[in-house]
């Protein structure tokens, strides 16, 4: 009970601020928290809420899905060959440069709207810190193992299997959670201004209507998932890579 009482307090600080600026601004502008979750009730009793969210939910997966496995394809490459890591460091960078903006805005030009928008900006978005993570996991490796499968010849499929994927495995859960995290915001940016469906459309058509109570209930929404995601599994990646960590130490101290 200790240890959920400073969330508890955070949550009654947030609703006791929200009431305040709601009095303050007034409902038309602001409304509370009872006729936000009130409205947000009615919602979650409409077939289209839950498809919103599935929609929404699988934009982020196959985006990630995409992202993860194009930076463990080419992030083991890269970290296995100084050549083609020399080779990509300034596509990976270019990536990495862009905001979120142009991507967006260069699909909406070439593609459009639809769930080309907020998968490919997503992709964007998670590949270049992905494919660093993927990379610097493989270059970690200790290279007597390495080695030694060498000297034995050891296939390399078992190697790949058996080495070379699991000393990345903490980098990579390592850079997915933080991936999870960043991913809802990006792909309901995306939908925002790129899609006519999904919690981020459903905001954009609120706020062009000034429907407040509508935008403040998908906005709850939003975060609520935001939270569930951090304390799912998010939260249950890191502990894997910190037992995973703290096993090989121990392997190794052995």
């Not at 509370?32 to 947000?40: C, D, E, S």
């Not at 100084?82 to 593609?111: G, K, Y």
């Not at 709850?220 to 939260?235: M, T």
Request: glycine share 8%; charged share 10%; net charge positive.
């Amino acid at each position: 009970m200790h240890k959920s009482l400073p969330r508890l307090c955070a949550l009654f600080v947030l609703l006791a601020g929200w009431t305040l600026a709601s009095q303050l601004a007034g409902e038309l502008l602001v409304p509370g928290p009872l006729t936000v979750f009130q409205h947000l009730t009615a919602l979650s009793v409409l077939p289209d809420f839950w498809e919103t969210l599935l929609i929404t939910a699988w934009r982020l997966a196959l985006g990630l899905g995409l992202a993860t496995g194009a930076a463990l394809l080419l992030g083991l490459a890269a970290g296995a060959s100084p050549h083609i890591l020399r080779f990509s460091s300034p596509f990976i960078s270019t990536i990495q440069s862009c905001p979120p903006v142009v991507w967006l805005t260069l699909l909406m030009v070439w593609a459009g709207t639809g769930t080309i928008i907020p998968v490919g900006v997503l992709f964007a978005a998670l590949f270049p810190p992905l494919f660093i993570t993927v990379t610097q996991g493989r270059l970690s490796l200790d290279r007597r193992l390495l080695a030694m499968a060498k000297v034995y010849a050891i296939p390399k499929h078992r190697q790949l299997v058996q080495l070379i994927i699991p000393g990345t495995f903490p980098h990579l859960v390592s850079g997915l959670s933080h991936a999870l995290t960043a991913g809802w915001k990006a792909v309901a940016v995306a939908e925002f201004l790129g899609a006519g469906t999904g919690i981020g459309a459903k905001m954009f058509w609120a706020y062009r209507m000034l429907d407040m109570e509508e935008l403040f209930a998908w906005t709850l929404v939003l975060i609520f998932l935001g939270a569930c995601v951090e304390l799912g599994p998010v939260s249950q990646l890191r502990s894997w890579a910190q037992k995973y960590t703290s096993r090989t130490r121990d392997q190794h101290n052995d």
